[in-house]
Every structure is written in C-alpha cells, then in structure tokens.
C-alpha cells in the first residue's frame, strides 16, 4: 500500500511558476508509474501528465505541454510537478496517484491541492 502527501499548491498570477511535490511512504515506490490529476469545479478529474517507474517515459496532456515537467526522485520517494506560464484555466485540486496496472485499476491517491491562478 501507498500513502501520497502532495504540497506546493497556492495562488499566483497569470504567467508565474508553482512546483508541486508528492511524497510517498513504503519502500516500494519504484514500482508504481506516477501521475497528476486535475479536478477543476463542475468537471472531471483528467490524467495531466504522467511518469514512468524509471522515469524514462512521461505523457503531458495537449493543454500542458511545454508549460509542465513531470520527475521524480525515486531514492527520495517522491514525484514533482513543475508548473510554468500558469493560465487561469489552470486553476484546479491537483492529484497526485501511484499505479501498476493503470489509473481506474489499482491507483492510490493523495488528498489533493489547490492551485489558483489568477488573471
């Protein structure tokens, strides 16, 4: 079992940076692909990007690329999320999940948090 604990969330202005980080417990981190989720009011929660456990494959949804990077750091069991040139469309509960066999199968979830940006 994992434990997912994201921080980094907050507001900022159209244009700014925020990085997000997950930690999670257990000695078996390396074993799990690694994604964030977004969950905006009114509307689903959408995969936004995603890492493999070596970190050697990631996937970024259209409305992210060249804006986020997805890493993480598997001696310090953790996965970040850098977000830059922040939209308001942005605006939403990040998610961070750990997963084997995918997403709507086996995933644990962090407790989500918020970012906001502001135009």
């Known amino acids: 079992q994992v434990q997912l604990v994201e921080s980094g969330g907050g507001l900022v202005q159209a244009g700014g940076s925020l990085r997000l980080s997950c930690a999670a417990s257990?000695?078996?981190?390396?074993?799990?692909?690694m994604g964030w989720f977004r969950q905006a009011p009114g509307k689903e929660r959408d995969l936004v990007t995603s890492i493999s456990r070596s970190g050697g494959s990631t996937y970024y949804a259209d409305s992210v690329k060249g804006r986020f990077t997805i890493s993480r750091d598997n001696a310090k069991n953790t996965v970040y999320l850098q977000m830059n040139s922040l939209k308001p469309e942005d605006t939403a509960v990040y998610y961070c999940?750990?997963?084997?066999?995918?997403?709507?199968?086996?995933?644990?979830w962090g407790q989500g948090t918020q970012v906001t940006v502001s135009s």
């Open positions: 999940a750990a997963a084997i066999k995918g997403w709507s199968t086996d995933a644990y």
């Open positions: 257990g000695r078996t981190f390396s074993s799990y692909a």
